[in-house]
């Protein structure tokens, strides 16, 4: 995004090769981040996440992860998501000054991706999801993502105030709220409301700034990237 505008800097993941690259790398120095590439993992709508522990590991390596959230305690390391409708979603310990990212699309919320992510905080770094904060970019929201019964139903069935994240429609349809539903999991994670900002623009609704795959189809995607800063 420049200047209120949308860029098409990252191109579908089907595809883009050397201009992918090339973008990757003007995106990092426009950050002022001396570094060719970020880290990044095979997004594929699951609940595994990837422990970034080793500082020598290569970008390459990293690639060839299927998962769906990043973490990391290493400084200067740039990990990203990459999104076009599904939540983007960054948690920072500033206690024990951890970071990460998480890829929350309708099927990895269903398969609780946020959870599993606050508790690989906790198992590897002692983190309390307490200290945790937690940022949502632009998604798809409640007013757009219109699914049918089949994909309500496992959120209907496991939240008694699912009202809240679902509305039916006369067509038998349902809108739902994804950044509602992960706000919602993360505080039962133990995730201090006040430490939750899930107030970000709706993708479809502003499709002029942000890619929305729901409304555009083949497009390009957002990045969403966390890097932690030494502290010596």
């Known amino acids: 995004m420049v200047n209120g505008e ?19 790398k003007i995106f990092l120095n426009s950050l002022k981040i001396d570094r060719k590439n970020f880290f990044r993992v095979v997004q594929v709508h699951s609940n595994y996440v990837c422990v970034l522990k080793d500082p020598d590991i290569l970008v390459s390596e990293v690639g060839k992860f299927e998962a769906d959230a990043i973490i990391t305690h290493i400084p200067n390391c740039p990990i990203a998501v990459l999104t076009a409708d599904c939540v983007p979603i960054t948690i920072y310990d500033p206690i024990k000054h951890v ?65 809240k994240f679902i509305k039916k429609t006369e067509k038998n349809k349902f809108f739902l709220d994804l950044p509602m539903i992960n706000r919602l999991e993360g505080c039962k994670a133990g995730v201090l409301t006040e430490n939750i900002y899930a107030d970000g623009p709706c993708t479809v609704c502003e499709n002029h700034r942000w890619y929305s795959y729901r409304k555009e189809g083949k497009t390009g995607r957002l990045i969403t990237l966390a890097m932690l800063q030494s502290r010596e």
């Open 6 to 24: 949308r860029k098409p800097f990252f191109f579908s993941e089907k595809g883009g090769g050397r201009l992918f690259l090339k973008h990757e």
């Open 99 to 163: 970071t990460g990212l998480v890829h929350a699309g309708r099927m990895g919320t269903q398969k609780n991706i946020l959870t599993k992510t606050i508790e690989a905080f906790s198992r590897e770094y002692g983190s309390s999801p307490k200290d945790l904060i937690m940022g949502m970019g632009p998604a798809i929201r409640g007013c757009c993502y219109e699914v049918n019964e089949s994909s309500a139903l496992p959120f209907i069935k496991k939240y008694s105030l699912c009202s």
